[in-house]
């Protein structure tokens, strides 16, 4: 039994996949379960003391001012949602809305002092690499940061 349809190569290991797109899958879900680690989101809501998502906008916020459309289309959320995800931001004092410089209907989203300390705070703990990564050696690692960064342009085209 293999882990996806296809002759094996001789020689080839039976536990590995034996095509691209099973491959990529593979690697995919490995990065998926190390970068997205329920440990590593947990101490982040500890340590913020809101939920993964409100950080996530925090953190988007903490880099730049958004409007609200602005905010829902970077977290890939309705407007709604996006109202809802500030209101309790700005309930907390981690962000405020002000006038839009051109749009008088518009407000925009900006952080606050609290606010862009939490998101560093978030930012010092899920750019921290596990051990595994931190061991892999200068070699290995540039050559990952090299495919990571092709894959990370490749999708932004």
């Not at 988007?60 to 958004?66: E, F, G, I, N, P």
């Not at 890939?76 to 410089?101: C, F, M, S, W, Y």
């Amino acid at each position: 039994m293999g882990n996806s349809l296809g002759p094996m190569s001789e020689g080839q290991d039976a536990s590995q996949p034996r095509d691209t797109a099973a491959l990529s899958t593979e690697v995919w879900l490995l990065m998926s379960d190390l970068v997205l680690a329920k440990q590593r989101r947990r101490e982040v809501v500890d340590a913020v003391g809101i939920s993964f998502a409100r950080t996530r906008a925090l953190r988007r916020l903490s880099r730049r001012s958004m409007s609200m459309t602005e905010l829902a289309q970077s977290l890939e959320i309705d407007k709604p949602n996006a109202t809802t995800v500030v209101d309790e931001l700005e309930a907390l004092g981690l962000v405020r809305r002000t006038q839009h410089p051109t749009d008088r209907r518009a407000k925009v989203v900006e952080t606050t002092a609290k606010g862009n300390a939490a998101a560093a705070r978030a930012d010092e703990i899920l750019g921290t690499p596990p051990p595994a990564i931190s061991e892999l050696g200068r070699e290995r690692l540039t050559t990952l940061r090299e495919i990571l960064k092709q894959a990370a342009d490749a999708e932004r085209e």
